[in-house]
C-alpha cells in the first residue's frame, strides 16, 4: 500500500513498516467485519503477527481458530496463546484482564456484547498502549472506536479448477475506512498467498467519496 | 544507594555509617535518620566494576572463565579447579585467603547449581559447602526465591519453606502458577535453569576491528552500545536470547582481555550494552587495557531455550504482567481455556496441532513432523477448525460437486480441488473417506466426504 492513503500515527510518528502493508499501532483498536469465509480471520492474524510483542493472544469465541494459519503468516509457536471463551458473558471480563498484560491481542466478539461495553474495553486498550484486533461475529465494531475498519468485499481464489490442482493464491478486495485509512473510504486488494502474511498489493480507485471518521 | 520500585535504598554503607545502624537494603529516609550527617552518594555500576576488576583477576588466577552477575557477585565454575587443587576444601582455603587480603568479608558458597551457590554465600557464614544440594535448599525460607507477589501466595497457601514447595506436584503449582511456579519448583528441587540451546548456526559472534585504537573513554562506551545492539539484533533473528556472554578486547599492544557476564533472565539490550561498558571501563581504568582499544568480541556462551527476545520497547515488568494477566484469565475460564500450541505431523489440519495448557509442559508428539504424510492437503491451512465436523449438504453429479445449501438457500459451487482420498484405519472400522476444497460465493471449505455424507472440516477464512 503506498503511504499516501494512510495516515500518521498520531504522535506524528511514521507507519511501522510491516509485510502487510497495514497500519498497525499500539493503543489503537482495529474492526475487522464480514461473514465468516470473508479471509479476515487471516487477515486479522497476519496483523497480529506485524504487532512488536513477546506475546500475541487470539481469543477464540467459538473454538474454532486453527494455529496452523496463524504459524503460516509468520507467528512464532512460541509467541501464541489462544484463550477459548464461548461465554459471551465472560468475554468483557476476559478481554478487560488480557488488556492489563497483553499488548496484541486478536479477539472475535460474540454475539450479545454490548457497544457500551465495547467502547470501554476500546478506551481501556488505548490507556494500556495495546492492539486490539476486533472481529465481531455478528453486527460491527461501534462507531467511531476503531482507528481502522476493515470490511471485506470480495475474495477470488486461485488453484481450484474442476477437481484439478488444490487452492492456492486468494486475492480479496478490503474496504478501510477510519483515521487509519486518512478518513476516507478506500479499497485496497489484498493477496493470500498462503504461506506469507497477507499484503496488500495495490490501492484501487475510491468507490465512494465522502468522509469516514469512524 | 540504589532503587527498587523507585524507592531509594542503600545499597552500601562505610563502617562509621554501619556503627550508626545503616544496613544494606534500609530505605534512604530511615539511613538518614539513624545517620544524618552521612553524605548519600548514588550508586556508579560503573565505578563498582573498576574496583570489583582487581578481586575478579585474584580469582581468576584460581579458577579460569569466572562469570560475572553485577559488581560483587561472581559464579566460578570449581569442577576442573577442585581436581586440580586437590579438594574443595583446599580451593576454599585458597579463595578465602586470596578474598581476605583484597575484600576482607567477602562470603564464598559451594555447590552443584548457582542458585544453591548463591545461598550458601549468603548463608552468614564465610565459606560454606554444600555437600547435600537438596537438604540445604529444603531449610531455606520460600522468600529465596525473591519474587514478592509469589512468595506472599505461598505463604498465604501454607508454604513457608523451599522444601515443602518442592514436595508438591510439579504439575499442581504448573497449573495453579504457570510458568513462574515452575520455575519456583524447578530451583526448590534444586533444578537450576535449565538451558537448552536451540539449533542455531555455530557463529553468533559479533567482532569490531579498528584501524586505529581507541583512547577515549566515551569512544568505547560508543562502540560497546553500538556491539551489544548488533549482537542482540543478530539473536533476535534467530529467536534466542543469551543467558551468558563472553566479552573479549584486544588492546593496541596486542594483550587479550576476556570475562563472562552472566544474568538469571536473558539479557535485553540495554542490559548487555551495560555490561560491556561496565567491563571495558573497568579494564581501561585498572590497567587491564593500556594504549587503546583495537578489537571488541561479543559472544554469547549459554542461549534460552524460550526464543524469547524483549523487543527495543519491552522491559521485564511486561512480561511479569503478560504472565500475570494469562494466569487470571485461566482462573476465570479454567485451565482447559488458555491454551498453547506447537506443530506436529498430520494429514487433517485438526491432527497437525498439538495442544497445551498455558504454563504446563507439552505431551511426548505421536506424529512426527519428519514422515512425509502422504495425503495431505496442501497450504494455505483453514484458518478455522470446527470442534466437530459440520454437516453440509451437497449436491453431487458424478463425483463432481455442484451446489451446496448454505443456512436456507443453495449456493453453487465455483470452484473445486479434491478428492484426497483416505482409506482409513480399517482395522479400527474407520471408513474411506475423502477431502474435498470446495468454493462458493460465501467462501471456501475443506469437506470430507464419508460413507454417502459431507461434513465441514475446515474454513478458509
Redesign the interface.
Given at each position: 500500500m503506498s503511504a499516501s492513503i494512510l495516515t500518521a500515527a498520531p504522535d506524528g510518528s511514521p507507519a511501522p513498516a510491516d509485510a502487510t502493508g497495514l497500519p498497525v499501532y499500539p493503543g489503537r483498536v482495529i474492526g475487522l467485519e464480514g461473514?465468516?469465509?470473508?479471509?479476515?480471520?487471516?487477515i486479522g492474524?497476519s496483523m497480529l503477527s506485524a504487532i512488536?510483542?513477546?506475546?500475541r493472544?487470539a481469543v477464540d469465541v467459538?473454538?474454532?481458530?486453527?494455529?496452523?494459519?496463524?504459524?503460516?503468516v509468520g507467528i512464532?509457536?512460541?509467541?501464541?496463546?489462544?484463550?477459548?471463551?464461548g461465554?459471551a458473558s465472560?468475554w468483557p471480563?476476559?478481554l478487560a484482564?488480557?488488556?492489563?498484560?497483553?499488548?496484541a491481542i486478536y479477539a472475535e466478539v460474540p454475539r450479545g456484547v454490548g457497544e457500551a461495553l465495547l467502547r470501554r474495553l476500546g478506551a481501556k486498550a488505548r490507556a494500556r498502549n495495546a492492539t486490539v484486533i476486533l472481529r465481531p461475529l455478528a453486527g460491527r465494531v461501534p462507531s467511531g472506536m476503531a482507528f481502522l475498519r476493515l470490511r471485506s468485499v470480495r475474495?477470488e481464489?486461485e488453484?481450484?479448477?474442476?477437481?484439478?490442482?488444490?487452492?492456492?493464491r486468494?486475492t480479496l478486495m478490503v474496504e478501510l475506512s477510519g483515521k487509519g485509512a486518512a478518513g476516507r473510504y478506500q479499497v485496497v486488494e489484498v493477496e493470500?498467498?498462503?504461506?506469507r502474511p497477507v499484503r496488500v498489493v495495490s490501492r484501487l480507485v475510491t468507490s465512494q467519496v465522502g468522509r469516514s471518521v469512524g | 544507594m540504589g532503587g527498587r520500585d523507585g524507592r531509594p535504598l542503600v545499597a552500601a554503607a562505610n563502617d562509621r555509617a554501619m556503627e550508626a545502624g545503616v544496613e544494606a537494603g534500609m530505605t534512604r529516609r530511615s539511613a538518614e535518620a539513624l545517620c544524618p550527617s552521612a553524605l548519600v552518594l548514588e550508586r556508579d555500576p560503573a565505578a563498582e566494576t573498576t574496583r570489583f576488576e582487581p578481586i575478579l583477576d585474584a580469582i581468576e588466577d584460581l579458577i579460569p572463565r569466572v562469570e560475572v552477575v553485577e559488581p560483587g557477585w561472581v559464579f566460578a565454575p570449581a569442577d576442573g579447579a577442585v581436581r586440580y587443587y586437590g579438594g574443595e576444601r583446599a580451593l576454599v582455603d585458597r579463595m578465602a585467603a586470596t578474598l581476605e587480603r583484597l575484600a576482607p568479608g567477602a562470603h564464598l558458597g559451594v555447590a552443584n547449581g548457582p542458585f544453591a551457590a548463591y545461598w550458601a554465600a549468603r548463608s552468614g557464614r564465610p565459606t560454606l559447602i554444600v555437600k547435600d544440594e537438596k537438604a540445604f535448599l529444603s531449610g531455606l525460607d520460600i522468600s529465596a526465591l525473591e519474587t514478592e507477589e509469589l512468595v506472599a501466595t505461598f505463604r498465604w497457601l501454607g508454604v513457608t519453606t523451599l522444601g515443602e514447595l518442592a514436595a508438591l506436584p510439579r504439575h499442581a503449582v504448573a497449573s495453579r502458577f504457570g510458568t513462574r511456579g515452575l520455575e519456583a519448583h524447578r530451583l526448590a528441587g534444586g533444578e537450576d535453569r535449565r538451558v537448552l540451546p536451540r539449533r542455531t548456526p555455530d557463529d553468533l559472534t559479533v567482532e569490531t576491528v579498528l584501524e586505529e585504537p581507541l583512547l577515549l573513554i566515551e569512544q568505547v562506551g560508543f562502540m560497546a552500545r553500538r556491539l551489544a545492539g548488533s549482537l542482540m539484533a543478530l539473536l533476535d533473528r534467530h529467536?534466542v536470547a543469551p543467558y551468558q556472554v563472553e566479552v573479549e578486547a584486544e588492546a593496541a599492544d596486542g594483550v587479550v582481555r576476556s570475562r563472562v557476564w552472566r544474568s538469571a533472565e536473558p539479557f535485553d539490550t540495554r542490559a548487555l550494552a551495560e555490561r560491556v561498558w561496565w567491563q571495558l571501563r573497568a579494564w581501561t581504568e585498572t590497567g587491564g587495557i593500556t594504549d587503546g582499544l583495537i578489537r571488541l568480541k561479543l559472544s554469547p556462551t549459554a542461549l534460552s531455550d524460550?526464543?524469547?527476545?524483549?523487543?527495543l520497547?519491552?522491559q521485564r515488568e511486561?512480561?511479569i504482567?503478560?504472565?500475570?494477566?494469562?494466569e487470571?484469565?485461566r482462573t476465570?475460564?479454567g485451565p482447559?481455556?488458555?491454551?498453547?500450541?506447537?506443530?506436529q505431523g498430520g494429514r487433517d489440519?485438526?491432527e497437525?496441532?498439538q495442544w497445551a495448557r498455558?504454563g504446563e509442559d507439552f505431551a511426548e508428539p505421536t506424529r512426527s513432523l519428519a514422515s512425509p504424510w502422504p495425503g495431505r492437503?496442501?497450504?494455505?491451512?483453514?484458518?478455522?477448525?470446527?470442534?466437530r465436523p459440520r454437516r453440509l449438504e451437497v449436491e453431487w453429479d458424478a463425483e463432481?460437486p455442484t451446489r451446496v445449501r448454505l443456512s436456507t438457500r443453495w449456493e453453487p459451487v465455483?470452484?473445486?480441488?479434491?478428492?484426497w482420498r483416505r482409506l482409513g484405519e480399517w482395522w479400527a472400522e474407520e471408513k474411506p473417506s475423502a477431502l474435498y476444497?470446495i468454493?462458493t460465493s460465501?467462501?471456501?471449505?475443506l469437506c470430507r466426504t464419508t460413507d454417502g455424507r459431507t461434513f465441514v472440516v475446515?474454513?478458509?477464512?
Open positions: 461473514s465468516t469465509g470473508s479471509g479476515l480471520t487471516r492474524l512488536p510483542a513477546s506475546c493472544v467459538r473454538g474454532w481458530l486453527c494455529p496452523l494459519a496463524a504459524w503460516e512464532d509457536p512460541d509467541h501464541l496463546t489462544v484463550v477459548r471463551c461465554d465472560q471480563r476476559v484482564v488480557l488488556l492489563d498484560g497483553v499488548k475474495v481464489w488453484g481450484g479448477r474442476e477437481g484439478h490442482g488444490s487452492l492456492g486468494r493470500d498467498d498462503g504461506a | 529467536r524460550e526464543g524469547y527476545q524483549p523487543g520497547f519491552e511486561i512480561r504482567e503478560t504472565e500475570r494477566a494469562l487470571r484469565t476465570i475460564l482447559d481455556s488458555v491454551l498453547r500450541a506447537r506443530p489440519p485438526a497437525r496441532v498455558w492437503v496442501p497450504a494455505p491451512s483453514p484458518s478455522l477448525v470446527p470442534s463432481v465455483l470452484a473445486w480441488a479434491g478428492p476444497q468454493v460465501a467462501g471456501a471449505m475446515g474454513v478458509y477464512d
